[in-house]
């Protein structure tokens, strides 16, 4: 019931227009430039110094050096192009990316995230995420619509330690998604996965939304 992984990953490569220079996090938002077609133009930047990155490579294709943020290996483009990190945070806090795309572990009605930390876990570091999500002009939000434990995301509060305030404009999870007109309005329910109800997803949703 609901869309998998890589289905979430499909349906946010929906959102992504021709032209169109994109971030992605690391977990399902890497895989959705394996749902871009080879007509459309888009240029996915890496916060590690990166513009231009291809698909995820075949075993014969992997070369160590080439990385992304989440040190996964991955392919080039023909327009490919190296920079240091400062240049790369220039560009996102320049806005001039035009959608994030990213994990989360809570998101709320009012369109907080906290996708870096839960507190007495170690993590491996802040990441780019406060900067992505406060200087890129549109933030997509794809994960699961509960924890390991059954525990909703999309809740009315954020618990865990936020990434940033009012800053989500989309969430697409394995049983829905979710949008809003801007960051003064609600979230809505625009699209359900196959063979998921309006119930299932109120029974699994802490937040306030429109139906």
């Given at each position: ?39 459309q ?86 990441g ?17 619509h509960?924890?390991?434990d ?8 954020c ?6 305030v009012?800053?989500v ?7 829905c ?7 003064q ?15 299932h ?6 937040a306030?939304?429109?139906?």
């Amino acid at each position: 019931m609901g869309w998998s992984r890589d289905q979430i990953a499909a349906r946010a490569a929906q959102e992504i227009g021709d032209g169109y220079y994109v971030n992605l996090g690391i977990g399902i938002p890497t895989l959705v430039v394996d749902h871009i077609g080879p007509d459309q133009d888009v240029t996915f930047h890496s916060e590690n110094g990166l513009l231009g990155m291809g698909p995820f490579p075949l075993e014969h294709e992997v070369d160590a050096d080439l990385i992304n943020a989440g040190k996964q290996t991955i392919t080039e483009t023909a327009n490919s192009a190296y920079f240091g990190s400062a240049s790369s945070f220039a560009m996102v806090r320049g806005g001039h990316l035009d959608i994030t795309i990213l994990g989360a572990m809570e998101v709320s009605e009012g369109g907080d995230i906290a996708n870096w930390m839960i507190p007495g876990k170690s993590i491996k570091g802040m990441g780019g995420a406060m900067d992505l999500v406060a200087g890129v002009r549109r933030v997509i939000v794809t994960m699961e619509h509960v924890s390991k434990d059954g525990t909703p995301k999309f809740v009315r509060e954020c618990a865990l330690p936020l990434t940033g305030v009012n800053c989500v404009d989309m969430i697409v999870t394995d049983l829905c998604v979710f949008a809003r007109e801007d960051r003064q309005s609600p979230f809505q329910l625009i699209e359900l996965a196959p063979n998921v109800t309006l119930d299932h997803v109120k029974t699994n949703t802490r937040a306030f939304f429109e139906a």
